[in-house]
């Protein structure tokens, strides 16, 4: 079984929970709660940025931790909102540059970009958010269809690291549904 086989597998469960938790605390069909998605986001982003840069690194990809959490804080800011961080309930701890500790956090965070477009679309369609700004959906559109590719072509080649890749898969997924009921 490959390891994305696995990972959906495995992490199916925590997927669905922090889905369900995000729809239910902080829906972007609203205002409030699209205010909510961006500060949970941030507060991910914040707390993963040097993993993400590194497993972007990793892949061979260009770094935007930076660039997403700008986003993150212009579009807060057009929400009328100042983001206060909110304290992980999760250890903060530096992971070490294992490949399955990177293939996981980039089968979350560059998997996520696919669900954006789904959210972008549902924002500007609905009259109450489709005027806000969008800068942080907008860009995790942008290169997907290079981003996604090669994180699955690295777990297949990194098959041996599958309990890493896995462990922190599951861990990022906890910490989205902590994340939104917290904000």
């Known amino acids: 079984m490959s390891v994305r086989e696995q990972l959906r597998i495995q992490t199916g469960a925590l997927h669905r929970l922090a889905e369900k ?11 409030k709660g ?11 982003y914040t707390e993963h940025a040097k993993n993400l840069d590194k497993s972007s690194e ?4 260009p770094k935007r931790s930076t660039e997403i959490i700008d986003e993150l804080d212009k579009d807060i800011a057009s929400c009328g909102l100042t983001l206060t961080e ?3 309930s999760f250890s903060k701890e530096l992971m070490k540059s294992e490949k399955g500790l990177l293939l996981g956090t980039a089968y979350v965070f560059e998997g996520s970009a696919l669900g954006s477009i789904v959210l972008l679309k ?23 269809k290079l981003r996604w590719p090669r994180t699955i072509k690295a777990l297949n080649k990194f098959e041996k690291q599958s309990n890493g890749i896995i462990e922190q898969s599951k ?3 906890s910490q989205v549904a902590d994340k939104m009921v917290l904000q």
């Open 122 to 144: 549902k924002l500007k369609d609905n009259k109450e958010t489709k005027n806000l700004r969008h800068g942080y959906l907008t860009l995790m559109n942008q290169g997907i």
């Open 21 to 31: 938790v995000t729809s239910q605390n902080a829906s972007v069909d609203t205002l």
């Open 86 to 88: 909110i304290p992980s």
């Open 58 to 61: 990793f892949l061979e990809l």
């Open 171 to 173: 861990k990022i997924f």
């Open 34 to 44: 699209y205010c909510k998605f961006l500060r949970a986001m941030k507060s991910l």
